[in-house]
């Protein structure tokens, strides 16, 4: 299902500034010769055409997916080397950050000493380059360890704080810990929704990733207040980017939701803050005994332990929720999807239920509390802390 030469683009929703690309290279004739079969095979990601209409009838979005032109550009002359070798977390031959300041960029003159400092403690090459077309945030095009990324970056916390999650730096980790995230003041705005007596909520996410991870923060609050109200529901990408460790919990919160759920939450609560599975299954009261007899059926039904294990491309296929995630078009994670369509939402507790509230044709009187409107963080770490940013990625 992934092949050596793999591609996954993250259009993402029109309020989020991060988009990833991550690749496994493997030549340059591979490379140009398979781009365009690819993205036909893998049906899991969303198709060109459907993400060029959205964007050409939401300008901000527009404005992100000018970032994918760039970087398909840098590919087609040869930016991107496409041949790696070495060990995990060290530069190597092609590696580079190829700093984008285009024409009407506010944050450029700010961003581009923190992109040349950050290129200097990874020892690779700085390039900067301009492009024909006005957009007010910078981007960066970092090859790194057999991962390229394109990202707008509009802040030295956004640009270190990527740079650390991609290349695991710890010079550049301990900076990014030491910044102080950009403060979300935005109030969240009700998007418009398709409308039923009982909305269904499915979040897809990716167990480990820190923006799946950013979303269930904020998501919890939301099941609580809502879940018998309307079928909120935990859904998982149908690959995975973070190991093994992924893969088993996918599938440990899969069977906590579908056959402990007046426990799900509670379980949610607790690993979103340390990742400790073990200890939270203690915590929530969670059966062991049934929690095993799920998994072990899951498994034997979808194949999911041998299907990573025989995975001969970067990301294993995820295939509990293939079919869902296909319907829906989910490329990456999180991917919110609201009485059968994608919406946009801020990450925080109370834009989530505003917009779940919004999908009610006569809201229940749970919908007039009001929850936290601070942007939860990425990563592990506390519920309800904000820290968050009106920046925001997916990985996928």
Same mark, same amino acid.
């Given at each position: 299902?992934?092949e050596?030469?793999?591609?996954?683009v993250?259009?993402?929703?029109?309020s989020?500034n991060?988009?990833?690309?991550?690749?496994?290279h493997?030549s340059?004739?591979?490379?140009?010769?398979?781009?365009?079969h690819?993205h036909h095979e893998?049906p899991?990601?969303?198709?060109?055409?459907?993400?060029?209409?959205?964007?050409?009838?939401?300008?901000n979005?527009?404005?992100y997916?000018?970032?994918i032109?760039?970087?398909?550009v840098?590919?087609?002359?040869?930016?991107?080397?496409?041949?790696?070798?070495?060990?995990?977390?060290t530069?190597?031959?092609?590696?580079?950050?190829?700093f984008?300041?285009?024409?009407g960029?506010t944050?450029?003159?700010a961003?581009?000493p923190?992109?040349?400092?950050?290129?200097n403690?990874?020892?690779?090459?700085?390039?900067?380059?301009?492009y024909?077309?006005?957009?007010?945030t910078?981007?960066?095009?970092?090859?790194y360890?057999?991962?390229?990324t394109?990202?707008?970056?509009?802040s030295?916390?956004?640009?270190?704080?990527q740079?650390?999650?991609l290349?695991?730096?710890?010079?550049i980790?301990?900076?990014?810990?030491k910044?102080a995230?950009?403060?979300?003041?935005?109030?969240p705005?009700t998007?418009e929704?398709v409308?039923?007596?009982k909305?269904?909520a499915?979040?897809f996410?990716?167990?480990y990733?820190?923006?799946g991870?950013?979303?269930?923060k904020?998501?919890?609050?939301?099941?609580?207040?809502?879940g018998?109200k309307?079928?909120?529901?935990?859904?998982?990408?149908?690959?995975?980017?973070?190991?093994?460790k992924e893969?088993l919990?996918?599938t440990?919160?899969? $069977?906590? #939701?579908?056959e402990?759920?007046d426990?799900?939450?509670a379980y +949610?609560?607790?690993?979103?803050?340390? /990742?400790? &599975?073990?200890?939270?299954i203690?915590?929530a009261?969670i059966?062991?005994?049934?929690?095993?007899a799920?998994?072990?059926a899951?498994?034997?039904?979808f194949?999911i332990?041998k299907?990573?294990?025989?995975s001969t491309?970067n990301?294993?296929?995820y295939?509990v929720e293939?079919?869902?995630?296909?319907?829906?078009?989910?490329?990456?994670?999180?991917?919110?999807?609201?009485?059968g369509?994608?919406v946009?939402?801020?990450?925080?507790a109370e834009?989530i239920?505003?917009a779940i509230?919004a999908?009610?044709n006569?809201?229940?009187?749970? $919908?007039? #509390?009001?929850?936290?409107?601070?942007a939860?963080?990425?990563? +592990?770490g506390?519920?309800?802390?904000? /820290?968050? &940013?009106?920046?925001?990625a997916?990985?996928?």
């Amino acid at each position: 299902m992934r092949e050596n030469t793999k591609e996954i683009v993250s259009y993402l929703n029109p309020s989020t500034n991060i988009m990833s690309m991550s690749t496994e290279h493997k030549s340059e004739h591979e490379h140009e010769s398979h781009e365009h079969h690819e993205h036909h095979e893998h049906p899991e990601h969303h198709e060109h055409a459907e993400h060029h209409e959205k964007a050409k009838s939401n300008p901000n979005m527009m404005k992100y997916v000018v970032f994918i032109v760039i970087a398909a550009v840098f590919f087609a002359v040869g930016f991107m080397v496409n041949s790696f070798a070495g060990t995990a977390g060290t530069a190597k031959t092609g590696d580079q950050l190829v700093f984008i300041s285009p024409p009407g960029c506010t944050d450029c003159a700010a961003v581009e000493p923190v992109a040349r400092e950050v290129a200097n403690t990874l020892k690779i090459p700085f390039v900067k380059t301009s492009y024909g077309q006005q957009i007010q945030t910078a981007g960066m095009v970092l090859v790194y360890d057999n991962i390229s990324t394109i990202a707008g970056v509009d802040s030295e916390y956004t640009l270190k704080t990527q740079v650390c999650l991609l290349t695991k730096n710890t010079d550049i980790c301990n900076q990014a810990q030491k910044l102080a995230p950009p403060t979300d003041t935005t109030q969240p705005t009700t998007p418009e929704v398709v409308k039923s007596d009982k909305p269904v909520a499915h979040a897809f996410v990716m167990s480990y990733c820190p923006y799946g991870l950013q979303f269930m923060k904020a998501y919890v609050p939301v099941i609580e207040l809502l879940g018998n109200k309307a079928d909120v529901q935990l859904n998982f990408v149908d690959y995975v980017m973070h190991g093994e460790k992924e893969m088993l919990e996918n599938t440990r919160m899969y $069977c906590i #939701q579908k056959e402990q759920k007046d426990k799900f939450t509670a379980y +949610l609560r607790c690993f979103v803050e340390a /990742g400790n &599975s073990t200890g939270c299954i203690t915590k929530a009261g969670i059966d062991s005994a049934k929690l095993d007899a799920c998994s072990n059926a899951l498994d034997a039904q979808f194949n999911i332990k041998k299907t990573f294990n025989e995975s001969t491309g970067n990301y294993p296929a995820y295939p509990v929720e293939t079919v869902m995630a296909q319907q829906y078009g989910v490329g990456g994670s999180p991917t919110f999807i609201l009485n059968g369509a994608e919406v946009s939402v801020s990450r925080s507790a109370e834009a989530i239920k505003q917009a779940i509230c919004a999908a009610f044709n006569s809201p229940p009187a749970e $919908c007039s #509390q009001t929850l936290s409107s601070a942007a939860e963080a990425a990563g +592990l770490g506390p519920m309800g802390a904000g /820290g968050g &940013s009106a920046t925001a990625a997916n990985c996928g």
